[in-house]
């Protein structure tokens, strides 16, 4: 789609949830698809109390409050709803958008909108993860940001991937997962990671039989599947030209992000992510980024020793 479509499109779904209330209703039947039920009791009748930015739900049988954003993506969240559905359809586009893309277009802080940016893979990951590849299904080996060398080590870039696809009725990739894998048990970078591990999480324990394992060159007899090999090349351009490259850190979810994509129509995909928005508990900015709540407390407790020193 041009630029100018793309534009267009998202002026149109701006003006579609425009205002709070809007976006409260699609939420409320995001999370709720059946009729309200209390997460306490599961009783299905509540009294609405609408005098907070986000209304309040009290079940009628055991008077426990639920709030609309609770074990979602958004709990905790100041943003206003409607610039987290601006979000979740920018991320829902075949192009998507990173961090700075998104506080310019949302008007909101980097900082914010690279929290955004994600918990809403978070939601990505969390529901693909449960869907399993079925069927004959594929596996290879391959390389994200390959890169041509004169030797056998590993370019710093370079990080070991396995491949794995579902067939769909015509023998194209219908289903699509990428996973990061360690360094450390391959000699070098044409050695493959052990294919066990992705096997008993990501393949159907009856689809394990028709698996074939593939390599991305020939090499003990194994055949090519060139599909899957450009598939990795294609998420290696996909992401660097979106986010200029990303670190093994958070690379798991930069590629589960481009599978969710892949695996999901352009259609229908922006009411599948706000579905798994509505379904998926939220993930803190310190788990995000590795420093945990001990970690902190000692630092606020060391920095107070330092100020009582200080003024003692």
């Not at 409050?65 to 409607?82: A, D, H, N």
């Not at 809403?120 to 390959?146: E, F, P, Q």
């Amino acid at each position: 789609m041009s630029l100018r479509l793309e534009a267009e499109a998202f002026s149109a779904f701006c003006n579609r949830f425009d205002k709070e209330e809007v976006c409260i209703i699609a939420l409320f039947e995001a999370k709720w698809p059946n009729g309200f039920h209390c997460p306490h009791c599961q009783h299905p009748s509540y009294y609405l109390i609408s005098t907070r930015r986000l209304p309040l739900y009290e079940c009628r049988s055991c008077k426990t409050q639920t709030s609309l954003i609770k074990e979602t993506v958004m709990e905790g969240s100041r943003t206003s709803l409607r610039l987290w559905f601006q979000a979740i359809y920018l991320h829902s586009r075949s192009s998507s958008v990173n961090a700075l893309q998104l506080s310019d277009l949302i008007g909101v802080t980097y900082k914010t909108a690279w929290l955004i940016c994600h918990k809403i893979r978070h939601a990505m990951s969390r529901t693909d993860s449960a869907h399993l590849l079925t069927g004959i299904v594929r596996v290879t080996d391959g390389i994200y940001c390959k890169r041509i060398t004169s030797t056998f080590d590993w370019h710093k870039q370079e990080q070991p991937i396995l491949i794995g696809a579902s067939n769909d009725e015509v023998g194209n990739i219908g289903y699509i997962k990428i996973k990061l894998q360690s360094k450390l048990p391959l000699r070098d970078k044409y050695d493959c990671p052990d294919t066990q591990p992705f096997l008993r999480n990501h393949v159907d324990p009856l689809a394990t039989k028709n698996t074939i394992i593939t390599r991305r060159y020939r090499r003990y007899g194994k055949p090519i599947d060139k599909t899957l090999v450009m598939e990795s090349h294609h998420a290696t351009w996909w992401i660097g030209r979106l986010f200029r490259g990303v670190g093994p850190k958070h690379l798991q979810a930069y590629l589960d992000q481009y599978c969710y994509l892949s695996n999901h129509g352009i259609e229908v995909v922006f009411n599948h992510l706000l579905d798994a928005c509505s379904t998926t508990h939220t993930i803190i900015y310190s788990v995000l980024i590795g420093r945990s709540t001990t970690i902190r407390s000692l630092k606020r407790l060391r920095n107070s020793v330092r100020v009582s020193q200080q003024t003692g």
